[in-house]
């Protein structure tokens, strides 16, 4: 097959219409519309069924589609390790995990990696849903969970647990529970059960719900947890790592935590030598170094 006409196929496929992909392609409508009827006639098949609202894949332009998508990713994937031959680190660096994580771990700690990296181009994909990486969904993950795949690399960074927490000043005007009896005063603030969430997280709000709080305040994610807590709306479930560096937050009921939630940090084998994924796990790996020092040092106060 033609590999120009398997590119410009792609690029329609891709966004369904002549004319988005011609813009994409710097080509005119009528150059792409071209190249697709003689890819077309080559194979003697029709890709697309045609529209007024656009283009359409046939079964035969699934197929074709499946595996352009397939080598467009490998491609991408030997373009990585190319340039990661250089010496220096630079380029996209797409990076997939959790919204919670994402958004209150690892983005307020970014300025650092890119002080020392400032020609590091970063997609930061916050996701419940886990991404493919050997199919090159992202190209770096940190996971709630070990990753089940054979041909990742992997390491465990830490360990986390959700604990309840609430703002000082809020403490300053409720009572403080002793008792888990004591929380029916209190609004609880969780993610929802049925939310996308690490089983240990469900398993304690559903341990929480049992007691029949009579007012409860649900957020699909963590983040809206921790803002729902730092204005004083009540007493929340969040990952023990937001309050190490939060010193407004307060444990409440210490004895009361989930079971501890592995964090991996996972990427493809034939990134092994990426010169960009080592600079973010050395970076991760320091970042969780400074944080657990910190935290040794409030335990100790």
Request: charged content about 25%.
């Amino acid at each position: 097959m033609d590999w120009d006409k398997l590119r410009i196929f792609h690029a329609v496929a891709d966004a369904g219409s002549l004319t988005h992909a011609g813009d994409t392609l710097h080509l005119s409508q009528s150059a792409v519309s071209r190249q697709v009827r003689a890819l077309e006639e080559s194979l003697n098949t029709t890709l697309f069924h045609r529209h007024a609202r656009g283009l359409i894949l046939t079964e035969q332009g699934e197929l074709l589609f499946d595996a352009t998508r397939a080598m467009t990713k490998r491609l991408d994937a030997a373009s990585a390790r190319i340039r990661d031959s250089e010496e220096e680190v630079f380029g996209e660096l797409r990076i997939t995990t959790t919204i919670g994580f994402g958004s209150l771990w690892l983005a307020p700690r970014l300025s650092r990696l890119y002080d020392k990296y400032p020609d590091l181009n970063i997609n930061l994909m916050l996701d419940e849903r886990v991404l493919d990486l050997p199919m090159r969904e992202a190209d770096v993950a940190i996971r709630m969970k070990e990753p089940s795949q054979a041909d990742l690399v992997r390491k465990r960074l830490m360990s986390v647990r959700m604990r309840l927490y609430a703002s000082r000043e809020y403490l300053t005007t409720q009572d403080i529970p002793e008792t888990m009896e004591d929380l029916q005063e209190h609004r609880l603030i969780c993610q929802n059960v049925n939310s996308e969430q690490v089983s240990a997280g469900a398993t304690l709000v559903r341990e929480l719900m049992s007691y029949d709080l009579p007012n409860v305040l649900t957020v699909n994610n963590y983040f809206g947890c921790l803002q729902a807590v730092r204005n004083g709306l009540g007493i929340g479930v969040l990952p023990d790592y937001v309050a190490i560096d939060d010193a407004e937050l307060v444990r409440v009921l210490p004895e009361v935590e989930s079971n501890a939630v592995p964090v991996f940090l996972a990427f493809p084998e034939e990134l092994r030598q990426s010169k960009r994924i080592s600079a973010f796990r050395d970076f991760v790996l320091e970042q969780i170094g400074e944080q657990k020092k910190r935290a040794q040092m409030v335990d100790n106060e």
